[in-house]
């Protein structure tokens, strides 16, 4: 009986690692990978704790606040290439004003019907939804490129298990459209 238990998971486990690569991605690898690569940093707004700045879990990658609304430019000064909202989730520097997407799957103002083709196109072109318009810094899609279909994949299906969260995120402002 024990032989038989044995080769049943072990069939089971040769089966589950097939399934892994087979192009499909895991959630629970992409929950790692979000976590590793630091996409809460930016993704998940700030707010003030005991210590000082932590992320609002309860707005986890939800994105640039929309209470907050869109804000104006900040020309940079002395050193002072770019500069962050005090969210972490807004930016404006030599590129124009561009803000934290809402990684959650909400189907009107998130990744909801984002197809996982159009996520991992996204992340291989720097192009919103993988067509659009560029997806302006600091956004690190340059790194991004470079991880495997496996992984865009895992890290798709691990945003797609997320609670939906309703956040209206304001529209990219490029410097050419800025005006002062």
Request: hydrophobic fraction near 40%; glycine fraction near 10%.
């Given at each position: 009986?024990?032989?038989?238990?044995?080769?049943?998971?072990?069939?089971?486990?040769?089966?589950?690692?097939?399934?892994?690569?087979?192009?499909?991605?895991?959630a629970a690898r992409g929950k790692y990978l979000v976590?590793?690569?630091?996409?809460?940093?930016?993704?998940?707004?700030?707010?003030?704790?005991?210590?000082?700045?932590?992320?609002?879990?309860?707005?986890?990658?939800?994105?640039?606040?929309?209470?907050?609304?869109?804000?104006?430019?900040?020309?940079?000064?002395?050193?002072?290439?770019?500069?962050?909202?005090?969210?972490?989730?807004?930016?404006?520097?030599?590129?124009?004003?561009?803000?934290?997407?809402?990684?959650?799957?909400?189907?009107?103002?998130?990744?909801?019907?984002?197809?996982?083709?159009?996520?991992?196109?996204?992340?291989?072109?720097?192009?919103?939804?993988?067509?659009?318009?560029?997806?302006?810094?600091?956004?690190?899609?340059?790194?991004?490129?470079?991880?495997?279909?496996?992984?865009?994949?895992?890290?798709y299906a691990y945003l797609r298990s997320l609670k939906?969260?309703v956040n209206h995120v304001p529209d990219a402002q490029?410097?050419?459209?800025?005006?002062?």
């Amino acid at each position: 009986m024990f032989k038989k238990l044995a080769f049943i998971a072990a069939t089971l486990a040769v089966l589950g690692t097939i399934a892994a690569t087979n192009g499909t991605g895991s959630a629970a690898r992409g929950k790692y990978l979000v976590n590793a690569v630091g996409c809460n940093d930016c993704h998940t707004p700030l707010k003030m704790g005991p210590k000082g700045p932590e992320p609002d879990m309860s707005r986890f990658l939800s994105g640039h606040p929309e209470q907050m609304g869109a804000l104006k430019a900040v020309p940079p000064r002395g050193p002072w290439l770019w500069a962050g909202a005090a969210t972490n989730t807004a930016f404006s520097g030599p590129w124009g004003i561009s803000y934290a997407a809402n990684l959650t799957p909400d189907q009107n103002t998130g990744l909801g019907i984002w197809t996982e083709d159009m996520f991992v196109k996204a992340l291989r072109t720097g192009r919103h939804m993988g067509v659009s318009r560029e997806i302006m810094p600091p956004m690190p899609w340059t790194a991004f490129r470079n991880m495997s279909d496996e992984d865009l994949k895992s890290i798709y299906a691990y945003l797609r298990s997320l609670k939906p969260v309703v956040n209206h995120v304001p529209d990219a402002q490029p410097a050419s459209a800025i005006v002062e």
